[in-house]
């Protein structure tokens, strides 16, 4: 089993991937800046209280780690860049200690140029976000796509993880994994969300590689 420091461990994808790690007997370092906030207890769950800007506590949460999962995201609290400055961090601390795997959760608005086929409605998507939907809404979009273009410089084993609405429904047990525009389905639990992102880490697949994920 491994140890996975987990990014974003309170939030409402966090707390499901937290859950499922350690149900599968993994160990995890979560970074949290309330630890109020995590329902979670559990012999293998260590918390950390910081900010994921914090270079110190970043290091700290990575420190004996075998790799990383994040599902930071923005808050209406939280700095426009939050993803990518926390990114830069999590990044630095993983060169520091060696580590070379790391998951990363987004948005379907983050274009792989490479694979992805979007239709009609994907561009309305990403045209509403950056110029209708307001200015939390565009800096989510920015920020994710600088995070990405961050992860995608280094040379570590990177899986940037893409997601469509995601819902707290009930897992389904299911989803289809592809590309913007080659799968089928507009939404996603947070619970299957966090099965993926768990067997892509466990199963070293998808590295270096951008899926996108729905429940079809």
Not at 46 to 57: E, H, V, W
Not at 91 to 120: C, H
């Amino acid at each position: 089993m491994s140890t996975i420091a987990i990014f974003g461990a309170t939030g409402r994808t966090g707390l499901p991937l937290v859950q499922k790690a350690l149900d599968a007997g993994h160990s995890v370092r979560a970074l949290v800046r309330n630890p109020q906030k995590m329902t979670i207890k559990h012999p293998k769950l260590t918390l950390i209280q910081g900010s994921s800007l914090d270079a110190a506590k970043v290091a700290e949460t990575v420190r004996g780690a075998d790799g990383v999962i994040s599902t930071l995201g923005p808050d209406k609290n939280s700095p426009a860049d939050l993803q990518t400055r926390s990114t830069q961090l999590i990044i630095n601390a993983m060169n520091q200690y060696d580590l070379r795997r790391l998951i990363s959760l987004t948005g379907g608005g983050v274009r792989d140029e490479t694979n992805d086929k979007p239709k009609f409605m994907d561009h309305a998507i990403v045209f509403i976000m950056k110029n209708i939907a307001g200015k939390g809404a565009r800096n989510a979009l920015l920020d994710g796509i600088n995070h990405a273009d961050l992860i995608r410089r280094t040379n570590i084993d990177w899986t940037i993880v893409r997601g469509p609405v995601l819902t707290d429904d009930p897992a389904k047990g299911r989803y289809q994994v592809g590309y913007v525009g080659t799968v089928p389905g507009i939404k996603l639990t947070r619970a299957d969300l966090a099965d993926f992102m768990l067997k892509a880490f466990e199963k070293k697949t998808h590295v270096r590689d951008m899926p996108f994920v729905t429940n079809g």
